[in-house]
């Protein structure tokens, strides 16, 4: 039986690859790649002609039984688009897969966009919480950040530009005004590591229109009086909550934990919310 090899590569700038991922991709006898264009820049760099097939988000199922059953035979390379596979990507179903077959796995170790914000954010990094990309729902996005408003750890997550004005608003509203370090474009050409406050970030990229991928690191909360909320942030997430017709008891449970507020206080402002919606 052969291995996969799961390879790390740049997520920006090609001379970040390690001698022994280019090795493995010169000796393995397939690459598997989230994006084929990315990879093919890489292997085109280094003059590798390894032969690649796409393994991406849409395609993942078809593609699963045709690259386990070459595993059977042939080494194969896993690659992402960027950074290490399995992270955040379909790379996880294949890594889980031939784990189960009994198929040798291989880390080559690589870059990481996650790992390298962390490190120059200039927040705690002894310890930290990775929450991938945020959801893309406001409420969904919403609930998750209300979960984590008393998490002391640095929280780390990727966004896409388009969210990212959206997101660091509702960071700001539901965990407070902490502090952020905003990443753009990691070892790029138009790497921008912006630092300060949710509320000084967004001012900034409301002026300044948000390109390129976004690793988002936000200090974790301090102490439970500065992440305990107001009435009117309990109001509007329990309207919010009954409108999308979650029960009142799951409403005032989920609130209270959320707000930091005894569940009694909760259920007074919830009663008062349904009083005011039947008015």
């Known amino acids: ?25 010169r000796e393995a006898a397939l690459i598997a790649a989230e994006d084929t264009r990315q990879t093919r820049k890489l292997l085109t760099r280094y003059e590798i002609t390894t032969p690649l097939t796409s393994y991406y988000e849409h395609n993942k199922l078809a593609k699963l039984d045709y690259i386990l059953t070459t595993l059977e035979e042939k080494d194969i390379a896993l690659v992402s688009e960027a950074g290490m596979p399995g992270i955040s990507d379909p790379g ?26 962390l490190a120059i954010s200039g927040l705690p990094t002894d310890s930290f919480v990775y929450l991938g990309f945020l959801p893309r729902r406001q409420g ?13 750890r640095t929280l780390v997550a990727f966004e896409a530009p388009h969210r990212l004005r959206k997101s660091l608003a509702d960071l700001v509203d539901v965990l407070g005004d902490r ?15 912006w630092r300060g406050s949710l509320s000084q970030a967004l001012e900034h990229f409301e002026r300044t229109p948000p390109r390129g991928e976004f690793t988002l690191v936000i200090a974790g ?10 009435e009117e942030q309990v109001r509007a997430a329990l309207a919010e909550l009954l409108s999308e017709g979650l029960d009142k008891k ?3 449970k989920q609130v209270a934990k959320a707000a930091h507020w005894p569940r009694r206080q909760v259920y007074k402002v919830a009663v008062d919310v349904q009083r005011t919606k039947r008015i």
């Open 1 to 25: 039986m052969a291995t996969l090899y799961v390879v790390g590569t740049p997520i920006g700038n090609l001379e970040d690859v390690s001698l022994r991922a280019l090795r493995i991709l």
């Open 92 to 117: 996880y179903e294949l890594i889980k897969a031939a784990i189960a077959r009994g198929i040798p796995v291989v880390p080559v170790p690589g870059p990481s966009a996650l790992v390298t914000a």
């Open 140 to 152: 969904e996005r919403r609930r998750l950040l209300g979960s984590l408003a008393g998490e002391r």
């Open 179 to 193: 502090q952020i370090a905003v990443a753009r474009e990691l070892t790029k050409i138009h790497e921008e590591v």
């Open 221 to 230: 909360a301090e102490d439970e009086a500065q992440v305990a909320w107001d």
């Open 250 to 252: 799951e409403a005032i």
